[in-house]
């Protein structure tokens, strides 16, 4: 098994939304899985929660929506 830290397949971000799509192999193939988050600035650190409020959903439905879209291309060229 290898040591290493996976890295995410590919990153969306639109401001403060963030999709990180991740490439996961299984006995079927690949297949890509998803994680959305918020990131804000605690003092002088930045962090990451998966709570939403609601003037974020418009550009969570952006963020998901280019994931989406992402994956489906990538999953199309395998």
């Not at 990153?11 to 490439?23: D, F, L, N, S």
């Not at 996961?24 to 998803?34: L, T, Y």
């Not at 939403?52 to 418009?58: E, M, S, T, V």
């Amino acid at each position: 098994m290898d040591n290493e830290k996976q890295r995410p397949a590919h990153e969306i971000r639109y401001g403060r939304i963030k999709a990180t799509i991740w490439q996961n192999d299984s006995d079927q193939g690949a297949f890509f899985s998803v994680q959305f988050c918020r990131l804000y600035k605690t003092g002088d650190d930045w962090r990451t929660t998966d709570s939403f409020n609601r003037d974020d959903l418009p550009l969570l439905s952006r963020v998901a929506d280019k994931a989406f879209d992402w994956m489906y291309a990538s999953a199309e060229s395998n």
